[in-house]
């Protein structure tokens, strides 16, 4: 890909991203991996009056339920009816750890574009996040070029070795509510 056909780098494809997510309503079912277990749940994003709020609902056992809000992270398990609330600010999305100012990654990562695939048949540029020592792991997300939405984001370890993983097997995008 030539910078003349992608004119992004790397950084601008995921302040974009960080952006879509913080206005975008969206829905779809992701594959989480780690510690490897395979778990499919149905997720949703939901924004409003700048509040966002995410929604996981597991697909298999253990039947639960996950939502997280800037107050807090409640998970309901629907068997026992137990339930479990963490009151702490919560920023981050349960799909994609990125802060909301990527300068202050630049003292340890650097990123750039590594190329474009289709992911649940969107194209997306692959984003790589290499750290800059070997204290950090490599990740990558994937980010739908229509809406800068992630789409997938890998966690590596320094020698390659896939740490976690989540992916979206489908996704349905609401209007966004401000641009």
């Known amino acids: 890909v030539s910078a003349a056909e992608n ?6 494809i995921l302040q974009k991203m960080v952006h879509a997510m913080a206005v975008s309503d969206y829905q779809g079912t992701v594959v989480f991996l780690k510690n490897d ?3 499919a749940m149905k997720y949703s994003h939901t924004v409003d009056q700048d ?16 939502v997280r809000n800037s107050d807090e992270v409640r998970c ?5 009816r137990q339930v479990i ?7 981050h999305s349960f799909i994609v750890d990125v802060p909301k100012n990527l300068d202050d990654l630049d003292a340890s990562y650097q990123f750039e574009v590594a190329g474009e695939e289709d992911i649940a048949m969107l194209p997306t540029y692959v984003v790589a996040i290499q750290p800059k020592d ?12 229509a809406q800068f939405l992630p789409m997938k984001a890998v966690v590596y370890d320094l020698s390659g070795v896939v740490l976690e993983q989540v992916v979206f097997t489908e ?9």
């Open 171 to 179: 996704i349905q995008v609401k209007k966004d509510k401000k641009q």
């Open 85 to 91: 609330v963490d009151h702490r600010p919560y920023e």
């Open 76 to 80: 309901f398990y629907k068997l026992t």
């Open 51 to 66: 509040r966002e709020e995410e929604r996981l609902v597991s697909l298999n056992s253990p039947q639960r339920e996950i």
């Open 37 to 39: 277990k395979l778990e």
């Open 134 to 145: 070997d204290y950090r792991y490599i990740r990558k997300i994937w980010v739908t070029k």
């Open 7 to 12: 004119p992004l780098t790397a950084k601008q």
